[in-house]
């Protein structure tokens, strides 16, 4: 039997997810948030559209959430689990707390009900092309059950383990992002200090050893002045860094860098980086403020 979809959050990642997956075969029902033009879209394209988070769980067999942080996660979960029936699985595709992650999977399991975290890898971009990559905590069964609809939108899916492991990885993985988008606006700050262009250094790192796909879509707005050629927002950065150093806290692991990092975004939404356009790349002006560089 066909899976019916229920898909909560279809923003900048959630609109190419859901559009894929309706592409792939299956019955799908949004709910709006804030933004009804993408639910408009996906509505022209075949999807229903539920008119409550109880509505889309009686309507679902398994049900997608894609929201900014563990607080939205378990309001729209807590909405969600009455009307849904013994057998369903919840898919969050957030970037969340673990510990969280792990408890409302407990909570859950005693209505016969699974939870599956399968955080992103990618751009809305690569959202639209059915190209993202996820990593997933999930007992086996939940997987092999959810694994046909996960290849309509990623790319690349790896099972991490059991619940919670599908976001423990995605910190560590954002860590090593997000660290790198500290460097580069740390190191374009000093090379302007010194007198060394933007477009200088850029010339030395791209096609090197040190250049990455992170690396140009960072550069896209510290070199050409794309604001969004890396639609990240420094909201975001700040929360999955404050999750990390959580993680890390909990697992007694001295972590110095990712609490530099995590500094690094801290200081640039005390500065005025808290609004839903300004994103990671955008480090490089609050730096560079901060030392007395002018833009």
Request: glycine residues 12%.
């Amino acid at each position: 039997m066909v899976e019916h979809i229920g898909f909560v959050g279809v923003g900048l990642m959630g609109h190419g997810m859901a559009a894929n997956i309706l592409k792939g075969g299956y019955p799908v029902t949004v709910i709006a948030h804030r933004n009804r033009a993408p639910v408009e879209d996906l509505v022209a394209r075949g999807a229903a559209e539920a008119g409550s988070l109880a509505d889309l769980a009686g309507a679902s067999d398994v049900v997608f959430v894609c929201a900014p942080g563990s607080p939205q996660v378990e309001a729209i979960v807590a909405d969600l689990a009455p009307s849904l029936a013994a057998g369903s699985v919840i898919v969050d595709c957030s970037t969340a707390d673990p510990v969280s992650t792990e408890a409302l999977a407990a909570r859950l399991a005693g209505q016969g009900i699974a939870m599956a975290d399968a955080p992103l890898g990618g751009t809305p971009v690569q959202a639209e092309a059915g190209e993202l990559s996820t990593m997933v905590g999930a007992d086996p069964d939940t997987f092999a059950r959810i694994e046909p609809i996960l290849k309509t939108w990623a790319a690349a899916i790896v099972h991490i383990g059991p619940s919670g492991d599908g976001h423990r990885m995605k910190l560590i993985n954002n860590f090593l992002s997000l660290g790198y988008g500290a460097m580069y606006a740390e190191a374009i700050a000093l090379a302007r200090k010194v007198g060394i262009s933007v477009e200088t250094f850029d010339s030395v790192i791209r096609g090197g050893r040190m250049d990455c796909g992170f690396y140009q879509t960072f550069m896209g707005y510290a070199l050409e002045g794309n604001r969004e050629s890396h639609k990240f927002t420094l909201t975001n950065a700040h929360k999955d860094m404050r999750y990390l150093a959580s993680m890390a806290d909990a697992a007694g692991l001295s972590n110095p860098i990712g609490n530099a990092v995590k500094n690094s975004y801290a200081l640039a939404r005390a500065t005025g980086g808290e609004g839903p356009e300004d994103y990671v790349p955008h480090l490089v002006d609050f730096i560079a403020r901060a030392n007395g560089i002018g833009e």
